[in-house]
């Protein structure tokens, strides 16, 4: 599958945004999503996650529960991530990426996924 992400941007703290992640190339239902993000110099990490089934409650990092939602449309081949309360270390290149592995909870490491997109830019400031 191939995927490419949108709707990154520049944003005042406290503001929203809502990227998109859309899929092409194959069924997408047969895949579990997932929002990473990387900061200038630092590791890309987990951000939230849904699985293929909508069977499992969908994941997020601590730092992001509670101000982010991830949604999928499948019909659509689409995922989405609302973005809420952003804060100025929110900051960071936002990918998207799937798996087809087929587990029973949301995998949370960058290597467990196998498909990426190319990433949008959300900047955040104070």
């Known amino acids: 599958v191939q995927l490419q992400a949108s709707g990154g941007g520049l944003v005042q703290a406290g503001g929203s945004l809502r990227l998109s992640c859309a899929g092409s190339g194959d069924t997408f239902i047969k895949y579990s999503m997932a929002w990473f993000r990387q900061a200038p110099g630092k590791e890309r990490e987990f951000v939230a996650g849904?699985?293929?089934?909508?069977?499992?409650?969908?994941t997020y990092s601590d730092s992001v529960k509670g101000r982010f939602t991830i949604s999928r449309d499948n019909p659509l081949n689409t995922v989405s991530l609302e973005m809420n309360s952003l804060r100025p270390e929110d900051t960071a290149v936002y990918y998207c990426?799937?798996?087809?592995?087929?587990?029973?909870?949301?995998?949370?490491?960058?290597?467990?996924?196998?498909?990426w997109g190319m990433g949008t830019l959300v900047t955040v400031s104070s």
């Open positions: 849904i699985s293929w089934s909508g069977g499992i409650d969908p």
């Open positions: 990426a799937a798996t087809r592995d087929r587990t029973t909870w949301i995998m949370k490491l960058a290597s467990q996924y196998l498909f």
